[in-house]
């Protein structure tokens, strides 16, 4: 039987919905990425518009391999498309997953839409999936992901040196994050009141 983890699933709150990735996202998440033109960061990995259909092609083909459950992050109530987020690196046998592969579109960072998002992810691994933890990776120089990391409350684990090499040659440093299970109800009041308050 398909571990729950891999089986695509929507999530919904006030702010945003994360439905299941599908190609015919494709025009919308161009449009998403426009805003801000996200993919010229050096120090992440964001399909530029014309990669835009391969990027759909390569997190479908990790889904269907098992070790990645893809969303397509939409704004509410509006209902436009603004982003990506997933489930990646999938340990059924932990369980465990790591949020990540996430971008949004520049006119919705920093907003409450990123904060329910990750209270709806983590709300999902640890409450209906059973996870033992949940993990967050970015680059050493993605300063404005680490702060966004750390304020969800997740804990640096570490930071793996020469992890990988990025498409421009240079050598990426991850920061290691993680959220674990006895952890989740107090991260989960946290956010809560985050939002309450409308607090990006």
């Known amino acids: ?17 994360l439905i299941p990735l599908a ?6 998440l ?16 964001i ?33 436009r498309i603004v982003g990506m987020t997933t489930y990646m690196n999938i340990d059924a046998a932990g369980p465990r997953v790591e949020i990540g592969s996430t971008w949004y579109a520049r006119s919705v960072q920093r907003t409450p839409l990123n904060t329910e998002a990750k209270l709806l992810l983590l709300g999902h691994a640890f409450e209906q999936l ?15 992901s680490r ?4 304020r969800l409350g997740a804990k ?21 994050y993680s959220i674990i299970a006895s952890e989740w109800p107090t991260v989960r009041a946290h956010l809560s009141w985050q939002l309450h308050r409308g607090n990006p």
């Open 147 to 150: 702060r966004a990391i750390e």
């Open 156 to 176: 640096l684990d570490g930071i793996l040196r020469s992890h990988q090499r990025a498409a421009n040659g240079t050598l990426r440093d991850t920061c290691v």
């Open 47 to 79: 399909p530029a518009p014309d990669r835009m259909a391969a990027e759909i092609e390569r997190r479908l083909a990790l889904q269907a391999a098992g070790t990645m459950l893809p969303f397509t992050v939409i704004e509410r109530p509006s209902g």
């Open 130 to 144: 059973d996870c033992l933890a949940v993990e967050f990776r970015t680059h050493f120089f993605n300063h404005q």
């Open 23 to 28: 190609m015919a996202h494709k025009d919308g």
């Open 30 to 45: 161009i449009d998403a990425v426009n805003d801000g033109q996200l993919w010229q960061l050096w120090y992440t990995s």
């Open 1 to 17: 039987m398909p571990s729950p983890l891999l089986k695509p699933t929507s999530l919904a709150g006030q702010h945003v919905e």
